[in-house]
């Protein structure tokens, strides 16, 4: 039976005694994924809380007041502040305004309420597809 030398206090050079390194791979995104050319970052860790919230509150400002012109009651100006899509447009616009809050404040003026789904499809769309006549749903009526 033989024996294994000792490798403690040694340094062994060579060729044979070099690590083999993998390919350089992409730098992950701060959530662990890895970020490849068909993705696109979209948001950037170092955007202070305190500015994130007052720019939030400021665009569902905008939201309620565009929703009560359009409803007419602060009900409704309330709904559509507090509506998940409101918030996600006003974090796209700020991802798409470079992260300047100022710059996507202006931009949301323009359109501070998205527009609902609901409105995207008409009347008759809407009760085909609740009453499962809307054969794409895969819903069979009866």
């Known amino acids: 039976m033989g024996r294994l030398n000792s490798t403690q206090g040694e340094i062994r050079v060579g060729p044979s005694h070099q690590a083999k390194l993998p390919d350089l791979q992409p730098f992950p995104s701060p959530d ?15 955007v202070n809380d305190c500015d994130l919230l007052m720019y939030l509150r400021a665009a569902r400002s905008m939201a309620a007041f565009a929703g009560m012109c359009d409803g007419g009651s602060t009900e409704d100006g309330c709904v559509a502040a507090s509506r998940d899509d409101t918030t996600l447009n006003a974090l796209n616009t700020l991802h798409e305004s470079g992260y300047d809050a100022g710059r996507a404040l202006q931009r949301l003026v323009k359109k501070p309420v998205p527009k609902l789904i609901e409105k995207c499809w008409t009347e008759d769309e809407v009760a085909r597809s609740s009453t499962g006549d809307e054969p794409r749903c895969g819903f069979t009526s009866g």
């Open 32 to 46: 662990g994924d890895t970020v490849t050319q068909h993705e696109e970052l979209v948001w950037m860790p170092g």
